[in-house]
């Protein structure tokens, strides 16, 4: 049966952040969106980077329909065969669930596990980095196991003229360590790690925007600097990347959808209860090469 699409007269949003974050009321995502109401979203995404939906009831379907407005849905890319700290089995189809929980023989059901994981980006070590990521709550612990977005607007923004100018067209490789929450081993051989030289600065296709794209969690080192050079400067980097004033932390409720742009933020998981579970399930859509 064909639903028809909900028509929506006028966005409701609410800032969470004066610089990052937007919470929509008043749309319901169980239904198709009118062409004005995915314009009117897709502009207050391109404003605000991180948009809310709270108490949304969703179905895989209708998280793939709501992203399917944004790009391609994204089909999981599996490790490097030989990447060591890959906890589960999944079978790589486009959506992802984040959990910590485990079968009977203690085998885990989904992927991410448990505790927290320092800022990154998803998908930042491909050619073409997933545009948007989009996460809906299910099972959310009691306390803990939030998630930090920080504006990379507001980072490129803060950065002193001096190091803007002696970044400018500088390539930072990216890279994902399979297991891993915390800094990348830059020592790790390149082949059996998903990897990719990206821009340092981007221009944000939606915005215009420029961003600082970095993270603590994938960024190796920067080309053409020796590695001690290049792990100093990118200390400074993560700490600007990284400053509380341009944070947005998340408290999940059951029901909470939230999409982000992986060009202008970077997202972080704080640590929950052990013997609390959570779960959450993601998509994201493809993206542009940058270069
Ligand atoms: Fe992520």
């Not at 189809?93 to 203690?106: F, L, Q, R, Y």
């Not at 794209?213 to 600097?225: L, P, R």
């Not at 999940?252 to 959570?278: S, V, Y």
Request: aromatic residues 8%; hydrophobic residues 35%.
């Amino acid at each position: 049966m064909t639903m028809l699409a909900e028509p929506v007269s006028a966005i409701c949003l609410v800032k969470l952040h004066p610089l990052i974050g937007a919470e929509i009321r008043g749309v319901d995502l169980t239904r198709p969106l009118d062409a004005d109401a995915q314009r009117q979203i897709k502009d207050a995404w391109h404003q605000h980077t991180v948009l809310l939906f709270r108490d949304q009831n969703l179905s895989e379907d209708d998280q793939r329909r709501f992203a399917s407005y944004f790009g391609p849905v994204a089909r999981r890319v599996p490790p490097k065969p030989g990447a060591k700290g890959v906890g589960d089995s999944p079978d790589w189809h486009d959506m992802m669930m984040v959990t910590d929980k485990v079968d009977a023989g203690g085998k885990p059901l989904g992927s991410l596990g448990h505790g927290e994981m320092w800022f990154h980006t998803d998908k930042c070590y491909h050619r073409r980095p997933h545009r948007a990521s989009f996460l809906y709550g299910i099972d959310i612990p009691a306390e803990g196991g939030h998630t930090k977005f920080s504006s990379l607007y507001a980072a490129y923004d803060r950065l002193p003229a001096d190091l803007k100018r002696r970044l400018d067209g500088t390539m930072v490789i990216q890279g994902q360590q399979y297991g891993v929450g915390r800094r990348i081993d830059i020592t790790l051989p390149l082949e059996t790690t998903h990897h990719c030289r990206q821009p340092i600065f981007v221009t944000n296709p939606g915005s215009g925007r420029k961003a600082l794209y970095v993270a603590s969690q994938n960024s190796m080192w920067i080309e053409g600097m020796d590695r001690d050079e290049s792990e100093a400067l990118l200390a400074r980097l993560f700490a600007i990347a990284e400053d509380p004033e341009i944070i947005y932390e998340h408290v999940w409720r059951p029901g909470d959808l939230i999409m982000w742009d992986n060009l202008a933020c970077l997202h972080a998981r704080t640590d929950w209860p052990p013997q609390q579970r959570r779960t959450l399930r993601r998509c994201t859509v493809e993206g542009e090469p940058l270069y």
